[in-house]
T-cell receptor, first 117, second 118 residues
Framework: AQKITQTQPGMFVQEKEAVTLDCTYDTSDPSYGLFWYKQPSSGEMIFLIY??????QNATEGRYSLNFQKARKSANLVISASQLGDSAMYFCAMREGFYSSASKIIFGSGTRLSIRP | DTEVTQTPKHLVMGMTNKKSLKCEQH?????MYWYKQKAKKPPELMFVYSYEKLSINESVPSRFSPECPNSSLLNLHLHALQPEDSALYLC?????????????????FGPGTRLTVL
């Protein structure tokens, strides 16, 4: 079974509109971390935002916010006031298995976001 | 500063060549990672080093040989590669492989090396 699911392979959004990128996850660990990364066509993976499983509040970083619904196991990324430079691939990722040194990040399949001028 | 550098940016090599990819970070991070990424796919973990020791090898073929000479440097030695090994190779680092969830788990990535094997 997939641990991280991103159901939107591609999205088109008008510039200045808000956009929500969906992510659901599956884990039985009580302690885990959720991440969103942006990958422009240049290839670099850019860290956007982090949410810990014990965090009471949704994480926010500038125009990025994470809509964390623990009971539903969803961690959607919200980008407010989208810009042309937001066009990129976006990956949701999860780190689990914190009780050993062999834990690792698992990535979703990604969502390609295209911003229309 | 969250910079991870990788050299070279592009590499073209034949199947009989030996080459190396280099990754460097000066953030004091103690965990470093190699990923392979094919086009339109998420990154796939290859190796993890923790405190300069190999912690995870994701059953990577022996033609890929990682090396961590010190806490700031990570190399990936390539030998007798196949055309299907052509991909973007990403290096990342994080503060530590901690036992409790926290933002210090965040992995910071370098710009990658685009490898083409002819």
């Amino acid at each position: 079974a997939q641990k991280i699911t991103q159901t939107q392979p591609g999205m088109f959004v008008q510039e200045k509109e808000a956009v929500t990128l969906d992510c659901t996850y599956d884990t039985s660990d009580p302690s885990y971390g959720l991440f969103w990364y942006k990958q422009p066509s240049s290839g670099e993976m850019i860290f956007l935002i982090y949410q810990g499983s014990y965090d009471q509040q949704n994480a926010t970083e500038g125009r990025y916010s994470l809509n964390f619904q623990k009971a539903r196991k969803s961690a959607n990324l919200v980008i407010s006031a989208s810009q042309l430079g937001d066009s990129a691939m976006y990956f949701c990722a999860m780190r689990e298995g914190f009780y050993s040194s062999a834990s690792k990040i698992i990535f979703g399949s990604g969502t390609r976001l295209s911003i229309r001028p | 500063d969250t910079e991870v550098t990788q050299t070279p940016k592009h590499l073209v090599m034949g199947m009989t060549n030996k080459k190396s990819l280099k990754c460097e970070q000066h953030m004091g991070h103690r965990a470093m990672y190699w990923y392979k990424q094919k086009a339109k796919k998420p990154p796939e973990l290859m190796f993890v080093y923790s405190y300069e020791k190999l912690s995870i090898n994701e059953s990577v073929p022996s033609r890929f040989s990682p090396e961590c000479p010190n806490s700031s440097l990570l190399n990936l030695h390539l030998h007798a590669l196949q055309p299907e090994d052509s991909a973007l190779y990403l290096c990342a680092s994080s503060q530590d492989l901690v036992e409790v969830a926290g933002p210090t788990d965040t992995q910071y990535f370098g710009p990658g090396t685009r490898l083409t094997v002819l």
